[in-house]
């Protein structure tokens, strides 16, 4: 039987101090752990020395280093965790089922701290109660060694994840992208604990479109220490018996305010380990600070673009477009900087009643689907005078249809009074953001102005060329587009109109009436004609229309139905005779002589039984 000495001890000693090179600034904690068992397996010739660490955050042995290659990584069962637990002295005869093939136990204690089991296997002679002295002394030198070990090793892992730490904070201010900022707080804590798992909780705000472990921050059941965290600003845990995990919420904290929480969960783990919170808390800090600037910066530079678009928005509106020209270019403004598939700008009449779809609109508007939208928005303005803000939305029923479900809409406010609404739609639900919310706000603000003066002076171009009475063009515009049309058109039809008998509805009925039925067939004759074609007063009860571009046979059935309406629709019952002249540029011709060819073809229509229509072909050039 092998009694071991003393001086084995202190030649143990100096060999274990051997082993920790400090000069070099070099430390593998698992190097060093792995020679120290070599060191006693060489002196005491055994087969196999293994050492179980106790990890008190996760409750539990585990295998840190062995001679063994083969177990490395195994974790003994919660009963054998529990048994090492409670080992307090040297077990020269291990009873647990897991440790039967071990002929001694050696509990590391070092400060009433349980540090971990050496387990030996081997050398029968020497591994006996009657070196029990020994033994003891040798595990109060493997408890200061371990000791010592693990603090090196918390003193270089400290001094790495601040190096870290200042790495990142380099990284972070040098950077104002926020894709960037999260990924390097994602990089950092998988190189540092690369165990654990990691989430950036982030509100649905965060406009992300990287690879990053992103979820929306949202209040429910399984969030509240989360919403805790990012609610107050400081660290919230989680810890789950059940699922034998623990879970950390570090608020991304700046001096503003909070911008998201990062979700750090440990496996295996009861209770968050205390020496690394600090540490997070500090990333998350230093994160938050990294965001914020960088939040603040993309702000700025978001405001410098709205800025931009406004001023250059309202300087070409003051340009002099003609309305269409305006209404065009702010949709295609609207389109490309707010990412919108639908605009239209309505006209309201004083009691908030929609007029029309003004020209320039999105082709959708000219379309039926898209009253519902139109009167939607309306009726809201009705109620509530004010701008209009909506996420999701489902207005239009039929399903066969496309649904638009993000709106906004900003009424155009002139001297007090609601001139009209701008109205821009997505399909996809909560498209817009507040901010472009507020962005048109103050585009439609800035543009009203030009869009009153652009519509004023429309009207009054308008009333210059317009007849006073029968809202029908005047006589110098009729002119002027005729000779227009002969210099760049095809073709032409020109339609001259004289009321039949009118001097006796004057004498009949009064001038007033005169003047009604005048209206009257005015108005049945801008009912009947394009919006390209020109009805205008000629001069008394004649009247005239050009059909620019329109074939001989076409003017000859307009001319036929106006007739026919006039002689239905009007109040008292009257008639009108029309002659018809035509162009083309086989046979090309000048103003004077298309008026006179439809005046000979009027006259002979008066002098044949009136209520008719002729026609006089034949071009005679002067």
């Known amino acids: 039987m092998r009694f071991l000495t003393d001086k084995s001890i202190e030649t143990l000693k100096s060999q274990f101090f051997d082993l920790i090179d400090t000069e070099s600034g070099a430390f593998h904690y698992q190097n060093v752990l792995k020679t120290m068992l070599e060191t006693i397996q060489k002196m005491l010739d055994l087969d196999e020395v293994t050492l179980f660490i106790c990890q008190a955050w996760k409750n539990q042995f585990s295998i840190e280093v062995s001679t063994n290659e083969n177990i490395i990584g195994v974790t003994p069962s919660n009963d054998s965790s529990d048994w090492l637990s409670s080992l307090k002295t040297i077990d020269f005869s291990p009873t647990n089922m897991n440790f039967k093939d071990y002929q001694v136990l050696i509990p590391l204690v070092k400060s009433g701290r349980n540090l971990g089991v050496l387990c030996l296997k081997g050398n029968q002679s020497s591994i006996t109660p009657f070196n029990q002295e020994w033994f003891e002394q040798f595990a109060i030198v493997c408890s200061s060694f371990v000791q010592k070990a693990q603090e090196l090793y918390k003193i270089v892992m400290e001094e790495k994840r601040y190096k870290q730490l200042f790495r990142v904070n380099e990284k972070f201010h040098s950077t104002m992208d926020m894709d960037a900022v999260l990924g390097e707080i994602i990089y950092t804590l998988q190189e540092v604990y690369p165990s654990f798992t990691y989430y950036l909780m982030l509100s649905h705000d965060n406009d992300n479109h990287s690879e990053l472990p992103i979820k929306d921050l949202e209040y429910d059941s399984e969030n509240i220490a989360a919403m805790?965290?990012?609610?107050?600003?400081?660290?919230?845990?989680?810890?789950?018996?059940?699922?034998?995990?623990?879970?950390?919420?570090?608020?991304?904290?700046?001096?503003?305010?909070?911008?998201?929480?990062?979700?750090?969960?440990?496996?295996?783990?009861?209770?968050?380990?205390?020496?690394?919170v600090e540490f997070i808390k500090l990333l998350a800090n230093t994160a938050g600070s990294a965001l914020e600037n960088a939040q603040l910066y993309q702000q700025s530079k978001r405001l410098i673009a709205d800025l931009q678009l406004i001023n250059e928005t309202s300087h070409r509106l003051n340009s002099n477009l003609r309305l269409t020209e305006t209404m065009s270019y702010m949709t295609?403004?609207?389109?490309?900087?707010?990412?919108?598939?639908?605009?239209?700008?309505?006209?309201?009449?004083?009691?908030?009643?929609?007029?029309?779809?003004?020209?320039?609109?999105?082709?959708?508007?000219?379309?039926?689907?898209?009253?519902?939208?139109?009167?939607?928005?309306?009726?809201?303005?009705?109620?509530?005078?004010?701008?209009?803000?909506?996420?999701?939305?489902?207005?239009?029923?039929?399903?066969?249809?496309?649904?638009?479900?993000?709106?906004?809409?900003?009424?155009?406010?002139?001297?007090?009074?609601?001139?009209?609404?701008?109205?821009?739609?997505?399909?996809?639900?909560?498209?817009?953001?507040?901010?472009?919310?507020?962005?048109?706000?103050?585009?439609?603000?800035?543009?009203?102005?030009?869009?009153?003066?652009?519509?004023?002076?429309?009207?009054?171009?308008?009333?210059?060329?317009?007849?006073?009475?029968?809202?029908?063009?005047?006589?110098?515009?009729?002119?002027?587009?005729?000779?227009?049309?002969?210099?760049?058109?095809?073709?032409?039809?020109?339609?001259?109109?004289?009321?039949?008998?009118?001097?006796?509805?004057?004498?009949?009925?009064?001038?007033?009436?005169?003047?009604?039925?005048?209206?009257?067939?005015?108005?049945?004759?801008?009912?009947?004609?394009?919006?390209?074609?020109?009805?205008?007063?000629?001069?008394?009860?004649?009247?005239?229309?050009?059909?620019?571009?329109?074939?001989?046979?076409?003017?000859?059935?307009?001319?036929?139905?106006?007739?026919?309406?006039?002689?239905?629709?009007?109040?008292?019952?009257?008639?009108?005779?029309?002659?018809?002249?035509?162009?083309?540029?086989?046979?090309?011709?000048?103003?004077?002589?298309?008026?006179?060819?439809?005046?000979?073809?009027?006259?002979?229509?008066?002098?044949?039984?009136k209520d008719r229509v002729v026609v006089q072909e034949n071009i005679t050039s002067q």
């Not at 400081?234 to 950390?248: G, K, P, Y």
Request: charged share 25%; net charge negative; with cysteine.
């Open 228 to 276: 805790e965290a990012y609610v107050t600003g400081t660290i919230q845990m989680e810890d789950s018996l059940n699922e034998r995990r623990s879970v950390l919420y570090a608020p991304l904290k700046g001096k503003q305010g909070v911008y998201g929480v990062l979700q750090v969960i440990a496996p295996d783990t009861l209770t968050f380990p205390s020496n690394e």
């Open 332 to 609: 295609e403004q609207i389109v490309q900087s707010f990412d919108a598939e639908e605009v239209c700008f309505v006209l309201l009449s004083p009691d908030l009643r929609p007029i029309s779809v003004l020209a320039g609109s999105t082709p959708f508007f000219d379309t039926e689907a898209s009253m519902a939208y139109v009167q939607y928005v309306v009726d809201r303005l009705k109620k509530e005078h004010d701008s209009i803000f909506i996420g999701d939305v489902e207005i239009n029923h039929n399903h066969d249809v496309k649904q638009y479900r993000s709106i906004m809409a900003v009424p155009m406010v002139q001297s007090a009074v609601i001139k009209g609404i701008a109205l821009v739609m997505h399909t996809e639900p909560y498209h817009f953001s507040f901010e472009t919310f507020k962005l048109m706000q103050s585009l439609i603000h800035h543009s009203t102005l030009a869009f009153t003066n652009s519509m004023l002076r429309e009207e009054l171009e308008k009333m210059v060329v317009t007849d006073h009475l029968t809202k029908l063009y005047s006589r110098n515009y009729l002119d002027t587009r005729v000779h227009e049309s002969l210099d760049e058109d095809q073709q032409g039809t020109f339609l001259l109109i004289d009321i039949d008998n009118f001097k006796g509805v004057n004498d009949k009925y009064g001038h007033q009436v005169g003047d009604e039925i005048l209206i009257q067939v005015a108005d049945i004759i801008k009912s009947n004609i394009r919006e390209s074609d020109i009805g205008a007063r000629w001069g008394g009860e004649e009247l005239a229309v050009y059909l620019p571009r329109i074939p001989l046979e076409v003017g000859i059935s307009i001319a036929n139905r106006l007739v026919d309406k006039v002689r239905e629709l009007s109040k008292p019952s009257i008639t009108i005779s029309c002659g018809v002249s035509y162009w083309n540029v086989d046979n090309p011709d000048n103003f004077t002589n298309l008026f006179k060819r439809a005046d000979t073809a009027l006259y002979v229509a008066k002098d044949t039984g």
